[in-house]
């Protein structure tokens, strides 16, 4: 199944196009680098194939481009239930967006729950509830491909802030140690680099980072 990673740059989250047959974004970014985005997905499909949009959490960073996004694809917008609100009713403070110095436009967004399975490209993907980053981040599991999207939760060498609103260091930690149970080779972070082949050696440097 192929993963294009669309690069962040500047304060935007990093953007995965997961393309087959139902063609999926997993982030947005801030939207600030919204035709730049639309000319990367170009190279690969055309945007109004995109079926599916995930939202690893609610912050502006990762969530910023989704209005203008649905502008040129009828795509459904899933977060966790915990995020989902949040994001459907542009929620200033707790986003970020504030931060900015950005406003959020309303969007449907279908929330999401811990054990759900999504169908994201061409593969069946578990809903894994880990909040700490913020009370509803979520990562994507892909079972058969050993790959996990992991948003904010944690990095290649680090892990996501906790101390915006509904972050927890402690539900960090306990999310970083369910993780443990759950296999995967490649990481797809939501900043920074990718990690093939030894990312559960990066869970165990987050869970050390984290527990510090």
Not at 123 to 137: C, E, F, L, R, Y
Not at 164 to 173: D, N, Q, R, V, Y
């Amino acid at each position: 199944m192929p993963i294009h990673k669309l690069a962040g740059r500047m304060s935007d989250s990093n953007v995965y196009l997961v393309t087959g047959r139902e063609p999926a974004l997993v982030d947005t970014g801030t939207g600030m680098q919204h035709e730049r985005l639309l000319k990367e997905i170009s190279r690969h499909i055309r945007p109004a194939e995109i079926c599916s949009i995930f939202l690893t959490h609610r912050h502006f960073d990762h969530i910023g481009g989704v209005a203008s996004l649905l502008e040129v694809m009828d795509a459904k917008v899933y977060a966790h239930a915990e995020d989902a609100v949040a994001v459907a009713e542009g929620d200033a403070e707790t986003t970020a967006a504030g931060m900015f110095g950005r406003k959020l436009r309303r969007v449907t967004v279908v929330p999401l729950q811990d054990g759900d399975e999504v169908m994201v490209g061409d593969a069946s993907m578990q809903v894994i509830h880990t909040p700490g980053h913020t009370i509803g981040s979520m990562c994507l599991h892909d079972r058969e491909g050993s790959a996990l999207f992991s948003g904010d939760t944690f990095f290649v060498g680090g892990v996501g802030r906790w101390d915006l609103p509904t972050g927890s260091h402690a539900a960090l930690i306990s999310s970083l140690k369910r993780l443990e149970a759950f296999e995967f080779k490649d990481l797809y972070p939501g900043h920074g680099e990718i990690c093939r082949g030894m990312g559960k050696v990066e869970l165990q440097s987050a869970q050390s980072f984290a527990e510090d």
